[in-house]
Structure formats: structure tokens, C-alpha cells
């Protein structure tokens, strides 16, 4: 699967499956560029660029479209293009409905869909101009079947089903390729806070039996983001262990 000196950005990689797919597309020979709040991003560029691979930590929050904007001229600037865009950061905010506030509704739309939007209408015409792209976004399988207590992420993930679907149609001509993965439950700082018991009963609703690492998750990316992957567009690839079979 080659990503060998494509310049991939990858959003909210300072932590979790974002880390992962930071460090593995490094290891492959990608440039990667890390957008993210969390300053923890030093920490795992610098870890990656120590042996000998290429990093580098922006922060960035993807709700800030100037900011998004400019920080594309940046990598543009500096690495003269941008081939791979993994929309991965993503927040939860659960309550049920009857319980939800509207911060908790509007916070969760701002990055995990809004943020997506920003972003790749940001970098979508640098490839459009360079007549190739991978564009990557993270849904859920919480958006493929609805879960408990999560209205805002679930309306988020089954959105970015949407929008991916919607990109691929319209920007298949220009040589880019737009998917979505739905990660099934991984275990990351986000489904750190779920206590054991549920975990528990989680791993009985997964065919193979126990929960993702987050380098679980991160091929199925490198996968889509590859050379390789060129005919495969428009769609959602769950990674969950057979939860949504
Ligand atoms: N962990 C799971 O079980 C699971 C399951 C399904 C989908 N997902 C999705 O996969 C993605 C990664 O999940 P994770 O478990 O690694 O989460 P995580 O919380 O461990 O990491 C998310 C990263 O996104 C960053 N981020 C949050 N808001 C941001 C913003 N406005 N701008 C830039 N960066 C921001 C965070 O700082 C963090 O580093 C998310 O989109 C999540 O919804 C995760």
C-alpha cells in the first residue's frame, strides 16, 4: 500500500486512532502534517520525526474555518501540495434526547461535521488543481445504526456518509477518491471514560470477541489513502469486528 512522499493531514492525530494512523503513515514514507487542539501533537511528531520519519504538529481547530484556510496555505507553502486529507478528529457530548442541551447538540455538530466541511473544502482545490486526492473521514458505526444516548454523534457519522457519498460524486473526475470509515468501539482516551461493565458487554456484541486497537483501525485507512485504492470511492467501510455484519 504505497503513501511513500504523499503529504497527508491528518486532524486530531495528537491522540488515539488519529496517533495511529499519524505514526503508520510515517512509517510508510508519508509526510504528515498533525491538526489538532491537544498540544500533545508535539509529543507524537516528535517521536515519529526522532526516528529518522517526516512530521510535524499544527494547532489547529478544525471549527475554525479562517484557521483551517491558513493553515492549508501553510502546508501548501511548505511542502508544495497536499495528497491525503484524513478527516479523523471527532468529539462525543452523550446525553439522551430528552436530555440534551443545545450546547451539547451544537458543540458535537461543530467539529464532527461542520469541521469535516471546512476542511475539505479547504484542501479539495489543491487537489482538484493537482488531479489527485484521498480523502478519508471518520464516521461511526454509531452513524450506521443509531446508538443510545448519542442524537448529536450519530447525526454527525450518518452525515458524513452523506457527504462523502456527495464528494465522491462530484470530485471523482479530478483523480480524488472520498471515503469514510466507521469505526466500531476502539479503545482510545474518547471510550476511556465507559465503564468496565459495558466494555464487557461490548465485547459480546462483536463477533470476534474483543474491542480495537487503534493500529486496528489505522490500515483500513492507510488502505484507502494508498496509490493502490484508486477505484474504490463513495464508500463507508465499517472496522468493527462484525458488529454491523
Ligand atoms: N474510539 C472509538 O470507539 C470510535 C468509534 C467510532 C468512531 N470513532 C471516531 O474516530 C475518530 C477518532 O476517535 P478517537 O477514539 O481516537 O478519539 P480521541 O478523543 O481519542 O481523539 C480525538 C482527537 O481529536 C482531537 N480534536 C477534537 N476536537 C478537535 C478540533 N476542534 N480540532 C482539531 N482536533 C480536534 C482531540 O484533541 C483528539 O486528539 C473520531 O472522529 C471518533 O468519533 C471512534
Known sequence: MTVKDRVAIVSG?????GQAIAELF??????????????????????IT???QSAEFMKVSITEKEAVEQAVKNVVEKYGT????INNAGITRDKTLLKMSDE???????VNLSGIFYCTRAVAPI????GYGRIISASSTTGLRGNYGQTNYAATKAGVIGMTKTWALELGRYGITVNAIAPGYTQTPMTDAIPDNLKEMAKHSIPVGFLAEPKDLAVGYLFLASDEARFVTGICLPIDGGATR
Do not use: F
Open 82 to 85: 497536499i495528497d491525503i486529507l
Open 104 to 110: 451539547e447538540w451544537d458543540s458535537v455538530i461543530n
Open 50 to 52: 526522532d526516528k529518522g
Open 127 to 130: 487537489m482538484k488543481e493537482k
Open 26 to 47: 510515517a512509517e510508510k514514507g508519508a509526510k504528515v502534517i498533525i491538526w489538532d487542539v491537544l498540544d500533545a501533537g508535539t509529543d507524537v511528531a516528535k517521536s
Open 13 to 17: 492525530g495528537s491522540r488515539g486512532i
